[in-house]
């Protein structure tokens, strides 16, 4: 009996500091419910532009034809719950639950529609639900939409296969944007100084013929080069920190561009990205040029 208890006191120690960390880093911002509910009533119009996504250089790109859906308008309840029968989200129906506001209501205002060779054609989303995900000392959350389509959309190479869809658009407080923003430039100041910097000690390296001279260069080089990939300037330019903002109640600014994407069905169920999304209130341009549909593309790691 002691020898059990013993064994059983040992096992929980060796799995207390794990469970511990896990813990400590998926705690929740104590925000989150206050945003969520601040969300009455909000009308978004989005613009789906869905094409192929490689991966070239480590890097997704958009290839081959697009097919841009237009003019759906989504209306978000903060207040109230999605229906039961609500489509799965990936932050409450995940792995971290405790992250999201949980299920919201989410109404399908007016369905999207694209033309093909027969005319208009109107998408068909269903089971409609949105979420706010937010880690704790995290400077950015995520706003979430997530349906059920009915039937696949598709015109010639770009389409939309029919299951779970989602968008998810990145978003931060107004202090966390300005936190962000500052450091931006901060990290692009020492970035421009190394460059610069490096780019001198290499054209001095080249010019001399003292070979002790040419060593003390490219050591100069190196330190510089050193320094430009510690400014962090590289993360900084992922985010989308100098993008037109929809803002929203509690004092929340929404990135107007977002990423559409789905999972394949398995056991891992892998994230595929479909394209981008922009959104739109009143007053504001919808429009969408090819540079912001790559940005958003790039932008593509924001998923919480």
């Known amino acids: ?63 081959g034809n697009r097919l841009g859906i237009d003019n759906l308008l989504l209306r978000i309840h903060g207040k109230e719950s999605a229906s039961p029968k ?14 999201s506001s949980g299920p919201k209501s989410l109404v399908v ?37 997530a349906f059920n389509l009915a039937e696949e959309i598709k015109r010639n190479d770009a389409g939309i296969p029919s299951g779970r869809l989602h968008l998810t658009f990145p978003l931060w407080t107004q202090e966390s944007l300005e936190d962000l923003r500052t450091r931006k ?13 490096h780019e001198n000690e290499v054209r001095m390296m080249q010019e001399t013929n003292n070979p002790l001279m040419k060593a003390l260069h490219f ?18 330019q992922k985010m989308p920190l100098e993008r037109d ?6 004092g929340l600014h929404l990135c107007t561009l977002g990423t559409v994407w789905t999972k394949k069905e398995g056991w891992f ?4 990205l479909l394209g ?20 958003a593309i790039a932008h593509s790691d924001l998923h919480p």
Request: aromatic fraction near 6%.
């Open 1 to 63: 009996m002691k020898i059990s208890a013993l064994i059983c006191t040992v096992g929980v120690t060796a799995v207390s500091p794990s469970s511990a960390f896990l813990s400590l880093i998926n705690k929740v911002n104590p925000s989150l419910n206050k945003y969520a509910e601040a969300q009455e009533d909000v009308m978004l119009k989005i613009r789906l532009d869905i094409g192929q996504v490689e991966m070239k250089d480590g890097k997704p790109q958009i290839t």
């Open 86 to 99: 609500h489509a799965s989200l990936p932050g409450a129906n995940g792995p971290n639950p405790q992250l």
């Open 109 to 145: 205002a007016n369905q999207g529609s694209y033309v093909d060779l027969t005319g208009t054609q109107h998408i068909k989303l269903e089971d409609g639900a949105w979420e706010m995900v937010w880690r704790n000392n995290a400077r950015a959350g995520a706003l979430i939409c």
């Open 185 to 197: 430039a901060k990290a692009e100041e020492i970035a421009t100084e190394a460059l610069e910097r």
């Open 219 to 236: 050591r100069n080089a190196c330190k510089a080069h050193e320094d430009l990939d510690y400014s962090g300037y590289r993360s900084y």
């Open 245 to 250: 903002m929809i803002h929203l109640s509690g």
């Open 269 to 272: 169920q892998d994230h595929v």
């Open 276 to 295: 981008s999304a922009r959104a739109t209130t009143e007053g504001m341009r919808d429009d969408f040029s090819v540079v912001e549909r790559k940005e």
